[in-house]
């Protein structure tokens, strides 16, 4: 895989969570979770690259069984799209499937109510957006891992 910083995303409806890896290891730099609405998650994203100095993206992308991108997935291709035409760079797709459900897991949201005040404060989307980094940076990853360019040539946009 290609070499420098990275930021992982976990791109979702109303939010998109980020954690920044250093280059060449999994020493977590910063995470946190920008709101989607009026293009906040594109500006701070790309104050996050140049802050951080990102030189690689990967993206969270939830796949079904047969391997196909989920209904979600058009969603989440065009933010990235967004962002990738706003930041030219090495830019990557990996499967999230379960991620979320992994991180409340591991996060022990035992109520209803502990579960939406801890989505609502961004921290699942975040610590979702370190899985997806992580999956990406295991060498030993069964996770399906795409150059995002690749993807859009598939669907007729470069």
Same mark, same amino acid.
């Given at each position: 895989?290609?070499s420098?910083?990275?930021?992982s ?5 109303t939010l998109?969570?980020f954690?920044?890896?250093?280059k060449g290891?999994?020493e ?6 920008f ?15 140049v802050e951080?100095?990102?030189?690689v ?9 047969d ?6 997935g058009a969603?989440?291709? %065009?933010?990235?799209r &967004? ?12 499967? $999230? /499937?379960?991620s @979320?459900?992994?991180?409340e897991?591991?996060m022990a949201?035992s109520?209803p109510?502990?579960?939406i005040a ?11 957006a370190? %899985?997806?980094g992580r &999956? ?10 795409t150059?995002l $360019? /690749?993807?859009? @040539?598939?669907?007729?946009d470069e």
């Amino acid at each position: 895989m290609e070499s420098g910083n990275l930021l992982s995303l976990d791109v979702g409806s109303t939010l998109v969570g980020f954690a920044c890896f250093a280059k060449g290891s999994e020493e977590l730099l910063v995470s946190g979770a920008f709101k989607r609405a009026q293009n906040r998650a594109l500006s701070g994203i790309q104050e996050i690259i140049v802050e951080q100095q990102i030189q690689v993206v990967v993206a969270g992308l939830p796949y079904r069984e047969d391997g196909t991108a989920s209904d979600q997935g058009a969603d989440i291709l %065009a933010f990235c799209r &967004r962002l990738h035409r706003r930041a030219p760079m090495p830019f990557y797709l990996c499967d $999230e /499937s379960f991620s @979320t459900q992994e991180v409340e897991s591991r996060m022990a949201l035992s109520t209803p109510k502990k579960r939406i005040a801890t989505k609502k404060s961004g921290e699942i989307d975040a610590q979702s957006a370190v %899985a997806i980094g992580r &999956r990406f940076l295991d060498p030993d990853n069964t996770f399906t891992i795409t150059r995002l $360019e /690749s993807v859009l @040539t598939d669907i007729g946009d470069e």
